[in-house]
């Protein structure tokens, strides 16, 4: 199994990114799946997530309005669009898939199987 993310890169205040998760060696769509990320000194945190059909995304107060979480469960491919980038949005992110068919996707780090290497978000302010 492999998670590959994309997109990543040094933004300033108020940009926008779109990240992107490949993914392969699994059956995608009966993965529920999520950002996380982690910023220096900081624990890992989930910033949202989306059920293996792509309804009821959740999302971690702070980005709500700001994030979209997305999936293509034709192409194995997750997205995350965010947008009015803040500095304290600055950590890894990482892409991370759990063997999970419910409607309300697993919000709970361990019950996620599989992880990608992150990728770095910098906003600079």
């Known amino acids: 199994v492999q998670l590959v993310e994309s997109g990543g890169g040094l933004v300033q205040v108020g940009d926008s990114l779109r990240l992107s998760c490949a993914a392969s060696?699994?059956?995608?769509?009966?993965?529920?799946m999520a950002w996380f990320r982690q910023a220096p000194g900081k624990e890992r945190e989930l910033v949202a997530a989306?059920?293996?059909?792509?309804?009821?995304?959740f999302y971690e107060d702070s980005v709500k309005g700001r994030f979209t979480i997305t999936r293509d469960n034709a192409k194995n491919t997750l997205s995350l669009q965010m947008n009015s980038l803040k500095p304290e949005d600055t950590a890894v992110y990482y892409c991370a898939a759990a063997y999970d068919q419910r409607s309300d996707p697993t919000r709970v780090a361990n019950d996620y199987d599989y992880w990608g290497q992150g990728t770095q978000v910098t906003v600079s302010s």
């Open positions: 060696g699994l059956p995608f769509s009966l993965y529920a």
């Open positions: 989306i059920s293996w059909s792509g309804v009821s995304p």
